[in-house]
């Protein structure tokens, strides 16, 4: 697979052995089969791993944009040229933003890979230290969990939904226990048997956070996280049971609490890890994002939000103050930076609509009113459950639009409403369109490669239908 194996002879953007994977000293020209012989070795790659989960080019901003450029949520300003194809769904097999997301997505997939069986060597080694037994397990969590997201990410842009698709090779390229070697002649698997994969990394990682005592903050998938990410997955799938579970296991593990009006508003514009995150990329000035950053795509190149989002609010909905007419506030930056912000990834609120939409789902309305007030008294016309809606249906409908509040620019929409079957409006196109039924198509440059990736063949007749 030509652009999986582009970074093999690079190993990532490896990172020196630092406490933070935010600094830029990068190895070159790594030996793969010398790069993982030492827990130093281990912390080096992992930071790789988490830069590149972090790149523009994956979750610290394309991942994230198509989730709302490409649903109801934004709108690209045709002047700039920045989305705009993504935006009205004119795109081919070459998009850049396509690209970068397989080559990026694969690049986290075939590091971790590789990773993964040498720090087993490691552990099973008996000069290796009990210290860095300690610190190699928790290396062995952060490194499933990674390639669980990476793999997460790029099969609900390139695969139909979970249950919707019974094509044998509608799913990812899979690793698992080997990464895939240059030349190596590949065939896509199935959608179910890429989550089975991702799930399957989810228990290793939760098995490896059992045998460390070493902790990280939330700039790192820590054990909170993998719970966090584990309740999102299980919700995709629609084990609403085991959703809620993982959710409650995260807010325990987070030790979750309500947090006011000016909290809320304030993390926007800070760097410091907030209590309503979970997991959140971290970005600093030194980054210079610049061009690339979300920060940008929303302010010097003029991505809005649809002119009627705002009727979605109440008027007394305090999130109302991270909305500008039609620009977005969240991404604005920190004072001395307008193109540095931390970028969330899984929150606290998040795990309370899991929790809701799982409960209203197995018919447990009181429960899922319960979870739904905590985000939806910010509204301050919603003081308590009797405020929401009493049926199924209607609690379903209100948690579909109070997502789209409570994550407007973090890139949910699209993702949502194709796990929902809800059909939606797109920009320039019909306003009943079955985004359920769409799949972005493999990247020509993979596809032309000759390893014989599957394409998803006739991707372009489930495109929207252009206004006349």
Not at 300 to 323: E, M, V
Not at 433 to 448: L, R, T
């Amino acid at each position: 697979m030509k652009n999986i194996l582009i970074f093999l002879s690079v190993a990532l953007l490896m990172f020196s052995g630092c406490d933070s994977y935010l600094e830029t000293d990068t190895y070159n020209q790594i030996d793969s089969e010398n790069a993982f012989k030492t827990a130093s070795d281990i912390k080096a790659a992992r930071n790789g791993l988490y830069y590149a989960l972090g790149s523009y080019r994956f979750c610290g901003n394309y991942v994230l944009a198509i989730g709302d450029f490409a649903a109801d949520i934004s709108v690209a300003d045709g002047s700039s040229g920045h989305f705009v194809t993504i935006n009205d769904y004119s795109f081919t097999d070459t998009q850049d933003e396509l690209e970068k997301v397989w080559e990026y997505g694969y690049s986290i997939v075939n590091t971790a890979t590789q990773m993964i069986p040498a720090i087993n060597v490691l552990l099973a080694n008996e000069e290796t230290t009990d210290a860095d037994k300690d610190d190699l397990n928790l290396y062995l969590a952060e490194v499933h969990a990674l390639r669980a997201m990476a793999y997460f990410h790029m099969v609900n842009i390139f695969g139909l939904p979970y249950g919707t698709d019974s094509n044998p090779h509608g799913g990812l390229v899979l690793m698992d226990e080997q990464a895939i070697m240059p030349t190596e002649d590949v065939s896509r698997s199935s959608v179910v048997e890429t989550y089975t994969l991702i799930m399957e990394d989810i228990s290793n990682s939760l098995s490896a956070f059992d045998k460390t005592t070493s902790e990280m903050n939330g700039f790192y998938l820590n054990e909170a996280g993998v719970n966090a990410l584990k309740a999102r997955i299980l919700l995709f799938m629609g084990d609403y049971q085991n959703a809620i579970l993982a959710a409650d296991k995260a807010l325990t593990l987070k030790a979750a609490k309500s947090i006011g009006e000016a909290d809320y508003l304030g993390m926007w514009k800070s760097l410091t890890l907030g209590e309503e995150e979970i997991f959140s990329i971290a970005k600093t000035e030194d980054d210079n994002l610049s061009a690339n950053s979300l920060n940008t795509l929303y302010g010097s190149y003029k991505g809005s939000l649809y002119s009627d989002f705002k009727s979605d609010f109440g008027a007394n909905d305090y999130r109302l103050n991270l909305i500008d007419n039609t620009h977005p506030m969240k991404f604005d930056g920190i004072e001395s930076s307008a193109a540095t912000s931390n970028i969330p990834q899984l929150r606290v609120s998040e795990m309370y609509l899991i929790k809701a939409e799982c409960n209203a789902n197995l018919g447990l309305l009181d429960v899922a009113r319960t979870a739904l007030l905590f985000t939806a008294k910010r509204n301050g016309d919603i003081t308590d459950v009797t405020d929401l809606p009493t049926t199924k249906s209607d609690l379903l409908q209100f948690i579909a639009k109070e997502r789209k509040r409570e994550f407007f620019q973090e890139g949910h929409r699209f993702y949502d409403a194709r796990r929902t079957s809800e059909k939606i409006s797109v920009q320039g196109s019909d306003t009943d369109f079955d985004v359920s039924k769409f799949v972005y198509p493999i990247p020509a440059d993979e596809i032309n490669s000759g390893f014989k990736c599957e394409q998803n063949e006739g991707w372009f007749n489930n495109l929207p239908i252009p206004k006349k």
